[in-house]
């Protein structure tokens, strides 16, 4: 079982990026997505969530500037990210459920500054 996230890097404020993470080894299109974040010293945050029957939903901090959306084809789930905010700046992990299944990306890290 693998989950590999790319697409992070740095951003100006105003500015947009679209994570994906990419899976392998077990059956995708039967799983829920998610992506949560994490600053040094804090707890990881849940961002958003698709289920595997496309229905998605967002933290209140990103409602309006990010989308959640799957790819059950190519067995990737992205983010995309529009009008970042410096508070936005953390690592940013996938992770598939399918209860009992936890699966975790590796994280790729979102920097915004100017």
């Known amino acids: 079982v693998q989950l590999v996230e790319s697409g992070g890097g740095l951003v100006q404020p105003g500015g947009s990026l679209r994570l994906s993470c990419a899976a392998s080894?077990?059956?995708?299109?039967?799983?829920?997505l998610s992506w949560y974040r994490q600053t040094p010293g804090k707890e990881r945050e849940w961002v958003a969530v698709?289920?595997?029957?496309?229905?998605?939903y967002y933290a209140d901090s990103v409602k309006g500037r990010f989308t959640i959306s799957r790819d059950n084809a190519k067995n990737t789930v992205y983010l995309q990210m529009n009008n970042l905010k410096p508070e936005d700046a953390a690592a940013y992990y996938c992770?598939?459920?399918?209860?009992?299944?936890?699966?975790w990306g590796q994280g790729t890290q979102v920097i915004v500054s100017s």
């Open positions: 992770k598939a459920t399918m209860t009992p299944n936890v699966y």
């Open positions: 080894g077990f059956t995708f299109s039967s799983y829920v």
């Open positions: 698709i289920g595997s029957g496309g229905s998605t």
